[in-house]
């Protein structure tokens, strides 16, 4: 059965505190993944989509990587807007039309004045 | 903003009723599909349309249904409701269904009580 796992569940930071979050899976076959960032009581927002080990794509204090079995962000120097729940989902290969991400439970990051 | 628009935001009933939730999706996708995020299980895949047509299903129960309208807005409806439906009901859409992000709205908040 696909699986992702998020770790850690939550993370507390100091603000300017570099961190990285976990995002690993395993599933039958990839073809890439998903970042993103919600906040609460609010729908999620697409941060990044890769799509190869190997590759990396980065937005101001964040960077995605993604090896053949997990993917990191890395978070640097995090001020408290960074604050927020960080999703990844994988969309792995499927028959035609059928697009089916799979969430993993996210990661719940605090970041501290 | 995604450009998704669900509603309502908020909704209350008590068990054994039925609700609508409506969606629509951002302007020019053709794709939406539902979700369901409750505490302790993330973000769990209902059910996705393309241009009208269903074509997946994920952990959608039976007392729920959906369908996808000509002007593309989506309809989710839930019935026979009991107090573990209370949830978050996340809408999504996407252009094309291979490797597009989907782009979410901020939900329904549903209480059955």
């Known amino acids: 059965e696909d699986q992702v796992t998020q770790s850690p569940e939550a993370l507390r930071l100091q603000e300017g505190e570099s961190s990285s979050l976990n995002c690993s899976y395993t599933?039958?076959?990839?073809?890439?993944l998903f970042w993103y960032r919600q906040d609460p009581g609010k729908g999620p927002e697409f941060l990044f989509t890769l799509y190869s080990a190997g590759e990396e794509k980065e937005k101001e204090r964040l960077k995605a990587t993604l090896t053949k079995k997990e993917s990191f962000l890395h978070i640097t120097a995090p001020k408290p807007e960074d604050s927020a729940t960080y999703l990844c989902?994988?969309?792995?290969?499927?028959?035609?039309?059928?697009?089916?991400?799979?969430f993993g439970k996210g990661t719940k990051l605090s970041v501290i004045p | 903003d995604s450009g998704v628009t669900q509603t309502p935001k908020h909704l209350i009933t008590a068990t054994g009723q039925r609700v609508t939730l409506r969606c629509s999706p951002r302007?020019?996708?053709?794709?939406v599909y539902w979700y369901q995020q409750s505490l302790d299980q993330g973000l769990q895949f209902l059910i996705q349309y393309y241009n009208g047509e269903e074509r997946a299903k994920g952990n959608i129960l039976e007392r729920f249904s959906a369908q996808q309208f000509p002007d593309l807005h989506s309809e989710l409806n839930l019935s026979s409701l009991e107090l573990g439906d209370s949830a978050l009901y996340f809408c999504?859409?996407?252009?094309?269904?291979?490797?597009?992000?989907?782009?979410f709205g901020n939900g329904t908040r549903l209480t059955v009580t």
């Open positions: 302007s020019g996708d053709l794709s």
């Open positions: 989902a994988f969309f792995p290969y499927s028959g035609a039309g059928s697009y089916q991400l799979t």
């Open positions: 999504a859409s996407s252009f094309r269904t291979d490797n597009s992000p989907l782009h």
């Open positions: 599933v039958s076959g990839l073809r890439g």
